[in-house]
């Protein structure tokens, strides 16, 4: 394959990510979704809307978020020395909310009165109930009753927020359905709905500036980097699920091509069985949810159910713009397994004094077994996105352990 | 002229509005899907809409939804679709038949290989919620080459500058979706689907179906007043699920329905052309 001049110019006016990304959704939804397009662009050029995303990402969120060298767990692994990306210390505990503030402006910009969202973890239904508690706004969240269960303490943040938590009881009760739900809300109420989509993925724009709203993430660690080590670093790892957090450190770098760039997808119980999350690794292009990407489906192009102890990787597609930097081979997908997970997330908590989410739990595994293969001088960032406050009560039961 | 075109002229010199009815293929399985489906003509139904079941039907409510599931548990997929439309065809010619569902289902099969073995079939048209004009390249362009009707959706929140980017490229029919909101959802008022449909009949000469929330013989009358046909879904689907809890035959306790609504529809008298 011939290089491309940048790895950073799409999606094309159409949406499209080399074949991946579009706009597949009801003619319903067809005319909002140009007009939303048609506000990004204005607010991208209003320098207005900048300065009030710069203070809402400041004051609010408290970014920037620390690049934060990892020396215990650097010298344990012995090898490539570890940065962590520390947008757990957001406020709401996540990357999420970096995302959320830039929609709800582009929602008050054009009008709009009620959010929804969809939620799988519940960081970004919390992140989106926040806001909207900012912001003065009635909010609706869409969460799967099985991600309900697993995740009763955001269940309660969002509540308290002022949120309504709407179960979803169809399909597989997790992500894709709490998706699909929030869809049909958002066809029903599109003259005053704002539908905040929590990851890099939908129709288009959506997958656009859900990537430029996270990009934050990936200027700063450039930045910060640079002052601390005076380089660009040598390799990148961020967990995928839908890919948020990941496009997010990575955009950033995808012209840089010294920088390595590796995303974990969640491997469950192992790809070689059924229960696993692993879209790029097991799944083939098809479309749902508003984009052209890899999912996981039978033969008959039935979407099938994904599996992860994390819910907020618990979904059977990920962003077409992954889905693209996969099959031009820019950024290297790997996995790894709930007990790999598990694993990572009980180490980090000793070695660093941080609980990490079960989400980049996923990455800090692949860290933890790429970085004794690389030199000392090797620098590493890996994107520690959300916290694990949320995933106590289900490590606890994954150990064994009676609370 | 195509079986549609040729059905929707023969009821403009009837002087009548047409009856749409859509069933899910495979709902609540094969074999008394079949038997439904041979059925509706004689029952009433002037055009069929036949639902291609899928996981994730996010432009549906909760009915069809099931229905789509049903369908599934029972084995249905692609190919057992198609085979319905082409048994159906072995004893009917001229009832049209529409496939209404979700693109990946359709992506998964191959389009070359869809559109060929749906041609074959004796399918007439297809209805795809999630393919707006804006990815016509994808489904339309080559179903309209290998001469399947595409047949859009316009819906409230078309306005009159984006119809013609709607009605270009459709054909067969338009279908007016009555409301914003799901398969399902609350009936419109008849007197604002009426202003809508004469909007969009002043852009287009093809025939507009209204569907959404038309549930018995009263609300079809009422739309057939205003429209060249109207569309039941939900509600034939629902006598599906009442069926098989009161363990009677779903075929005959939609059939039932059916006569109602076509009586309901042939009762309104319009002018001929």
Sequence with gaps: ?403 | MSRIEKRFAALKTAGRAGLVTFITAGDPDHDTCARLLAQLPAAGADVIELGMPFSDPMADGPSIEAAGLRALANGASMKTTLKLVRDFRKQDDNTPIVLMGYFNPISAYGVDRFLADAKTAGVDGLIVVDLPPEEDDELCIPAVKAGIHFIRLATPTTDAARLPTVLQNTSGFLYYVSVAGTTGAAAADPVAVGKSVALIKQHTKIPVAVGFGIRDGQRAAAIAKVADAAVVGTALVERIAEAQMRKIDPAEHVLELVRELSAAVRGVAKAAA
């Design chain 1, 1 to 403: 394959m011939t290089a491309l001049n940048s790895y950073r110019s799409g999606p094309d006016e159409k949406g499209h990510f080399g074949k991946f990304g579009g706009r597949f959704v009801a003619e319903t939804l067809m005319p909002l979704i140009l007009d939303l397009e048609k506000h990004y662009t204005a607010a991208k050029a209003d320098p207005a809307f900048k300065a009030e995303m710069d203070y809402f990402l400041n004051d609010y969120v408290g970014r920037p978020s620390p690049l934060y060298y990892a020396e215990r767990m650097t010298d344990h692994l012995g090898g490539a020395k570890i940065y962590f990306k520390r947008d757990e210390l957001n406020h709401t505990g996540a990357h999420k909310i970096n995302n959320c503030i830039g929609q709800i402006l582009l929602a008050k910009r054009m009008g709009k009165t009620r959010i929804i969202a969809e939620t799988g973890a519940g960081q970004h239904g919390v992140a989106t109930a926040t806001v909207a508690a900012r912001f003065g706004l009635p909010c609706v969240i869409y969460m799967g009753e099985i991600d309900i269960e697993r995740q009763q303490p955001n269940v309660f943040r969002m509540k308290l927020l002022g949120a309504e938590v709407r179960a979803v009881k169809s399909g597989s009760r997790t992500l894709k359905d709490a998706m699909n739900e929030a869809l049909r809300d958002w066809v029903t109420n599109v003259h005053d709905t704002f539908y905040i989509i929590g990851t890099a993925a939908g129709p288009h724009p959506y997958p656009m500036l859900v990537r430029d709203f996270q990009s934050i993430i990936g200027l700063e660690a450039k930045e910060q980097m640079i002052r601390k080590e005076g380089r660009l670093p040598d390799s990148l790892v961020a967990c995928i699920g839908g890919g948020s957090n990941a496009i997010g450190l990575f955009h950033p770098f995808l012209d840089d091509p010294d920088v390595k760039i590796h995303a974990v997808e969640a491997a469950g119980e192992g790809l070689e069985t059924e229960k696993h999350a692993a879209s790029l690794a097991k799944g083939v292009p098809g479309v749902l949810h508003g984009n052209r990407t890899y999912l996981l489906q039978d033969e008959d192009g039935q979407i099938t159910e994904a599996h992860s102890i994390s819910a907020g990787l618990d979904y059977p597609g990920i962003g077409p713009e992954h889905a693209w930097l996969h099959d031009v081979g820019r950024v290297n997908y790997v996995s790894a397994t709930d007990s790999e997970a598990l694993e990572a997330f009980q180490l980090c908590s000793r070695l660093e004094g941080i609980i990490p989410a079960l989400e980049p739990s996923h990455a800090l595994a692949y860290v933890i077994k790429l970085a004794p293969t690389l030199p000392k001088d090797h620098l590493m960032i890996m994107n520690l996105c959300g916290r694990g406050d949320k995933d106590v009560f289900n490590v606890a039961r994954a150990l064994g352990v009676e609370l």
